[in-house]
C-alpha cells in the first residue's frame, strides 16, 4: 500500500472551470480551498469521535467518584490503583516498576500488571488534583477517541485517498463492539492508538537508506506501547508477520527486493527497544513478585462463532440474553460484528481484490478471526469437538498467555481498514465509470454510503452502564484515619480487598492516592510464594480473609472460637495492621458483629465507621 493523493489539476477540472483566472492562480488558490477542507475534514472527524468517547462514557462522568462500571467493577477498581500508581511515581517518586501499596506484607510487581505508566503518567496531575476517579474515565474517553483518530489519521494520509473513507475505517476501529466492550474497565484494551503507527512504521522499514531513522521511530512506539498493553503489541508483531508473509507470497520479488531494508530496520529496532525495555522486562519475569502462567486457562476463553454475526450487549440491536450464551463477559465482547457489517465486509472483497496489499489485510483479517475461535469449534455455547488451526499453536510460549477470543480484536481493525479501502475504491471511481453504457459512479456511491449506515445503525455503541456505590467514608478522605497507621502499619478494610468481594476496599485505597498501605488487594502476583509461584489474583487467602469473605457474601455468620480468634490476632500482626476498618456498605451489621468476635470487644464508632485500634500488636521485620 501506499501513500496516494488525488491529482490536483483533475479535481480542480472537474470542480468548475478556471475562465477567469490564469492558470497558475486557479491552482494556487483551489489548492488552499483544499487545504482547508482537509483540516476541516480532520477536524470534524476528530470532534465526532471525541464526542461518541464522552457519550459512551457518559454515564461514568455524571459522577465518576461514586459511580463503577458494571460490566467489569472488578478491573475499574484495579485500572483506578494502577492510574494511582503513576501518581505516586511523579509526586511521591515512588518505584515505578513495584508498589508497597497493596499487598502488604509482599507488595506488588507492576510490570507483571500492566502499569500503563505511558497512561497514567501522562495524566499523573489531574490524578493528583482531582482522583484517580476522574483519570479513569477521562482516559477510557480519551483512548475510543484517540484510536479512532489514530486510525484515520495514518489511513488518511498513507492508504487511502479520501478522509470520508479514513473516517470510517477510524470510526469502526475505535467504536467496533470490542472497543466498546473493552470500555467497560479495560484502559490498556481500549488505548490502541499506537498501533496503527506501530503497523505504519513498521512497514517503512522497507524504504532503503533510512534505517537508523525508521527504526528510532518504531523503537520509541514499541517502548510507548509496553508501557500501556504489551498484549497489543504482541498482537500487533503477530498482525504484521502474517501480513508481511501474504504480500510476499503474491509478491516475491517485491518482497525480495525489501528483505535486506527489512531486516535491518528490524534490527536496529530490536537492539534500540532493548536497551531501554532490559531492565524493566527483567524486573517482570524475574524480579521480586513476578508469577508464572495465569490463574485461569487461556483456551477456555474464545470467541464463539455465532458471535460473529450477532449484536453485542452494548450494541444498539444487543440482545443481552444472546450474548450472554455467546460471550465470556461483558468486557470480552470480542467479535459481534452483526451481519449486516458481515455483508458490508463480503461486498468490499470484490471491491479491493485487485490490490495485492488489500488482499493480504484480508488474510491477515481472516487469520486472526479463524484463531480466535480457539482449538475446538464453539457454536452456540456448545463445545463441537472439531479442531481448529489454533490448536497447533495453543502450546507456543507467550500464545499460550493469551485470552484467545482477544485475537478478534485483530480482525476488529483489519475489518477498519477494509471498510476504508473499499469506501476509498467507490469515492475514486470517476464521473464518467460505465456499465452496459451507463454511468455508475453517482448511483453507486449513494448505495455504498447508504448500505454503510444501515449496516453500522445496529451496531452503534450504547452508553457504558454504571451503578452507584458507597462513597468514600469521610474517616478516610479527612484523613482522620492517619493516627492510627503509623510507617510501617497499614489500614484493614472489612472485608479485606479482593477480587469480587472487595471492591470496596479497592476503591478506599485507589480514591484515597493510595496514601495508607493495605493487605490484600485485586491484582496478579504468586500464589504461595516462595513455594508456588504460579498466576494468582492477589495474595493467598488467609483464615480471617476468607471468613470475611464468606460472611460479605451470604450474610452467616460461622461459629467463631478461640481458635479464630488466635488465627485473625496472628493474620493481622502478618498483615502489620494498625487499624481495622468497616465502612457503610452491603451486610455491615453481620461484618460488625464477625469482626467483634474475631477481635473479641466492640468497636470504636469514629465518624462514619466502625473501628478496631490495633496499634498495640507487634509488627514483624521486613523480609
Known amino acids: 500500500m501506499t501513500s496516494a493523493e488525488p491529482n490536483v489539476d483533475a479535481t480542480a477540472d472537474r470542480n468548475g472551470g478556471t475562465a477567469s483566472h490564469s492558470p497558475d492562480h486557479s491552482r494556487r488558490s483551489f489548492r488552499l480551498l483544499r487545504i482547508g ?20 462514557m457518559g454515564r461514568l462522568w455524571l459522577d465518576p467518584y461514586n459511580r ?75 483512548s475510543l477517541a484517540g484510536t ?12 487511502v485517498r479520501s478522509r470520508a473513507a479514513a473516517y470510517i475505517g477510524g470510526l469502526w476501529c475505535g467504536f467496533a463492539p470490542t472497543m466498546i466492550s473493552h470500555a467497560n474497565g479495560h484502559i490498556n484494551f481500549v488505548a490502541h492508538f499506537l498501533v496503527p503507527f506501530i503497523v505504519w512504521r513498521a512497514l517503512k522499514l522497507r524504504e532503503p537508506g533510512r534505517v537508523v531513522r525508521n527504526s528510532v521511530i518504531l523503537a ?26 501474504s504480500y510476499a507470497a503474491m509478491r516475491p520479488a517485491e518482497a525480495k527486493a525489501a528483505l535486506r531494508p527489512m531486516l535491518a530496520g528490524l534490527g536496529v529496532t530490536a537492539v534500540l527497544s532493548f536497551v531501554v525495555l532490559a531492565y524493566p522486562l527483567w524486573w517482570q519475569f524475574f524480579g521480586p513478585g513476578h508469577y508464572r502462567g495465569l490463574p485461569y486457562d487461556p483456551d477456555a476463553f474464545v470467541t464463539d462463532l455465532a458471535a460473529y454475526p450477532a449484536f453485542a450487549r452494548q450494541s444498539l440491536a444487543g440482545d443481552p440474553a444472546t450474548v450472554e450464551v455467546l460471550s465470556n463477559s461483558p ?8 451481519w449486516p457489517v458481515l455483508i458490508l465486509l463480503a461486498v468490499a472483497v470484490p471491491l479491493i481484490w485487485r490490490s495485492v ?26 463445545d463441537t469437538g472439531i479442531k481448529l488451526p489454533f490448536w497447533l499453536i495453543s502450546e507456543v510460549p507467550v500464545i499460550d498467555l493469551v485470552s484467545v477470543t482477544r485475537f478478534a480484536i ?58 452507584g456505590v458507597e462513597p468514600l467514608p469521610d474517616f478516610i478522605a479527612s484523613g482522620q484515619w492517619r493516627p492510627y497507621v503509623p510507617e510501617g502499619r497499614t489500614l484493614v478494610p472489612v472485608p479485606l480487598a479482593d477480587v469480587t468481594r472487595g471492591r470496596l476496599g479497592m476503591r478506599w485505597s485507589a480514591l484515597s492516592d493510595l496514601e495508607f498501605q493495605a493487605p490484600r488487594g485485586y491484582f496478579m502476583g504468586p500464589a504461595d510464594p516462595p513455594h508456588n509461584i504460579d498466576g494468582s489474583w492477589g495474595q493467598a487467602q488467609r483464615p480471617t480473609s476468607l471468613l470475611l469473605q464468606e460472611v460479605s457474601r451470604n450474610g452467616v455468620i460461622p461459629p467463631i472460637g478461640e481458635a479464630e480468634r488466635q488465627a485473625a490476632r496472628e493474620d493481622l500482626i502478618y ?49
Open 357 to 382: 496489499a488489500s488482499r493480504a489485510v484480508l488474510i491477515t483479517g481472516l487469520f486472526f478471526a479463524v484463531i480466535s475461535l480457539g482449538p475446538t469449534l464453539v457454536y452456540k455455547g456448545e
Open 331 to 338: 468486557t470480552e465482547d470480542n467479535s459481534f460484528f452483526g
Open 575 to 623: 498483615w502489620r495492621a494498625g487499624v481495622v476498618v468497616l465502612g457503610e456498605q452491603r451486610r455491615v451489621e453481620e461484618l460488625r458483629v464477625a469482626m467483634t468476635e474475631l477481635m473479641g470487644e466492640p468497636p470504636q464508632r469514629v465518624d462514619d465507621v466502625w473501628l478496631w485500634d490495633v496499634r498495640d500488636l507487634p509488627v514483624p521485620p521486613k523480609n
Open 148 to 159: 479512532a483518530a489514530a486510525w484515520y489519521w495514518v489511513l488518511s494520509r498513507h492508504f
Open 410 to 467: 485483530v480482525a476488529t481493525f483489519a475489518a477498519g481498514v477494509v471498510l476504508a479501502l473499499a469506501a476509498d475504491r467507490i469515492m475514486d471511481l470517476a464521473p464518467d465509470t460505465a456499465v452496459a453504457g451507463h454511468r455508475i459512479a453517482r448511483p453507486a456511491k449513494i448505495v455504498w454510503w447508504v448500505a454503510l449506515v444501515a449496516a453500522f445503525i445496529p451496531v452503534a455503541p450504547l452508553p457504558a452502564p454504571v451503578r
Open 37 to 56: 477542507r482537509a483540516q476541516l475534514g480532520d477536524l470534524v472527524a476528530y470532534g465526532t469521535y471525541l464526542a461518541l468517547g464522552v457519550l459512551v
Open 68 to 142: 463503577v462500571l458494571t460490566g467489569n467493577e472488578d478491573d475499574h477498581g484495579l485500572h483506578m490503583f494502577l492510574i494511582a500508581h503513576s501518581e505516586r511515581v511523579i509526586f511521591h517518586f515512588e518505584n515505578p516498576l513495584w508498589s508497597e501499596r497493596l499487598g502488604v506484607p509482599d507488595g506488588v510487581n507492576m510490570m507483571s500488571n500492566t502499569s500503563m505508566m505511558a497512561l497514567g503518567i501522562p495524566v499523573s496531575p489531574i490524578t493528583h488534583f482531582f482522583g484517580a476517579a476522574v483519570s479513569v474515565v477521562l482516559l477510557l474517553t480519551l
Open 220 to 245: 520509541v512506539f514499541i517502548v510507548l506501547q509496553i508501557f500501556i498493553n504489551e498484549e497489543a503489541l504482541l498482537f500487533a508483531a503477530m498482525a504484521l508477520g502474517v501480513f508481511v508473509l
